[in-house]
């Protein structure tokens, strides 16, 4: 786990910064700069939309009756999305546009519910069903 976290912060930033450079080698500061503010800038605008979505998704299972389980992970995919749009870099770029591509997280929606049942049956996460 701490290796992994390891990568997580040194090697993507470490990765992006590397892009950015080459990125600016090759087309100017200029350019590299406006494409960062406009990533960034598109993706707080898809974030919020699809976190109004998200939301509204939400409170109609919950009108319904029934419990938004995958809404709520949709909704936490879509903060991660958010976050990864607001940090600058083209990789953290693509990953968090294609979190807020509604298909994309229903594929990822789909392993994470797997993968936290998986989770439930190996007694790694108690549930509580009082």
């Known amino acids: 786990m701490i290796f992994k976290l390891f990568l997580l912060f040194t090697l993507i930033p470490i990765i992006e910064l590397m892009i950015l450079i080459d990125l600016g080698t090759s087309i100017g500061l200029a350019p590299t700069l406006g494409v960062v503010i406009l990533t960034g800038a598109l993706g707080a605008w898809a974030a919020r939309t699809q976190g109004f979505y998200v939301v509204s998704r ?6 319904e009756g029934r419990l938004p389980g995958a ?3 949709e909704g936490a ?5 958010g976050v990864l ?14 979190l807020m ?8 929606r789909g392993w994470l519910m797997r993968k936290f049942e998986k989770m439930i049956d190996e007694g790694k996460v108690h549930v509580y069903r009082g």
Do not use: N
């Open 77 to 81: 995919m879509v903060l991660v999305g």
């Open 101 to 108: 591509v509604p298909a994309v997280r229903a594929v990822v």
């Open 85 to 98: 749009l607001l940090t600058p870099g083209l990789l953290t770029d693509a990953a968090g546009f294609a």
């Open 58 to 63: 939400i409170q109609a299972e919950m009108a």
């Open 71 to 73: 809404e709520m992970v």
